[in-house]
């Protein structure tokens, strides 16, 4: 399977700062995600990342807030504008490599807001 | 969406046998997952069944699924305390992208 890196793995950060995690894949992908795990509570999906166009966001979440970028197939970024304490949560890159393969996960970036 | 639901806590003894149980919701996933989520770490992919099967065996791990009742469970054999984590079911949501729907997870805690 496809081995995962994200950057940060923590960080805290002052309230109305951004924060931009970065995702890098050993190998090409077909899908890109971007997940957020809020304290105790189950993975909620943000967006997909696709590539050279804009991502596609899920209900309850919009592009000024989680700007996301994927300049190619083994690369995406999300950055979390103007934070606050309500962001604080576990963020997860997550991929597929093509449509039947299951998705693998990065391990996280803990980001806590003070 | 609706919610994948799974009990939230299970406490087993080492050597003895833990089941855990996921009630999902969508009747057209195609895949449904396990995940092994450890403190401080991300996501590991446990196993997967594809949804025209009823049963899956992978070493200690064995998946049961029931299509008719919506049910999948994880069956963990000779538990060891490494096996200590949170264990989330997942299912595919239909559509272009086959979006995972995630239960809460269940905390297992295996006792020596």
């Known amino acids: 399977s496809a081995v995962i890196s994200q950057k940060p793995s923590r960080d805290i950060c002052q309230r109305g700062t951004s924060l931009t995690i970065q995702c890098q894949v050993d190998s090409q992908v077909t899908m890109m995600f971007w997940y957020r795990q809020q304290p105790g509570q189950s993975l909620t999906l943000i967006a997909t990342a696709n590539q050279g166009s804009e991502a596609t966001y899920e209900s309850g979440f919009v592009i000024d807030k989680f700007p996301i970028s994927r300049p190619n197939l083994t690369f995406s970024t999300l950055t979390v504008s103007n934070m606050s304490p309500e962001d604080s949560s576990i963020y997860l890159c997550?991929?597929?490599?093509?449509?039947?393969?299951?998705?693998?996960f990065g391990d996280g970036t803990r980001l806590s807001i003070l | 969406g609706e919610d994948v639901e799974q009990s939230l806590f299970l406490s087993v003894r080492e050597g003895d046998s833990s089941v855990i149980n996921c009630t999902y919701t969508d009747s057209s996933s195609t895949y449904l997952y396990w995940y092994k989520q450890e403190p401080g770490a991300g996501l590991q992919l446990l196993t997967y069944?594809?949804?025209?099967?009823d049963m899956k065996q992978d070493q200690r791990l064995t998946v049961l699924l029931n299509k008719k009742d919506k049910h999948l469970s994880l069956r963990i054999a000779d538990t060891q305390t490494g096996d200590s984590a949170i264990y989330l079911c997942?299912?595919?949501?239909?559509?272009?992208?086959?979006?995972?729907?995630f239960g809460s997870g269940t905390q297992l805690t295996v006792l020596p």
């Open positions: 069944i594809f949804s025209n099967m």
């Open positions: 997942a299912e595919t949501i239909s559509g272009s992208a086959r979006q995972l729907n």
């Open positions: 997550s991929v597929r490599q093509s449509g039947n393969q299951p998705q693998h």
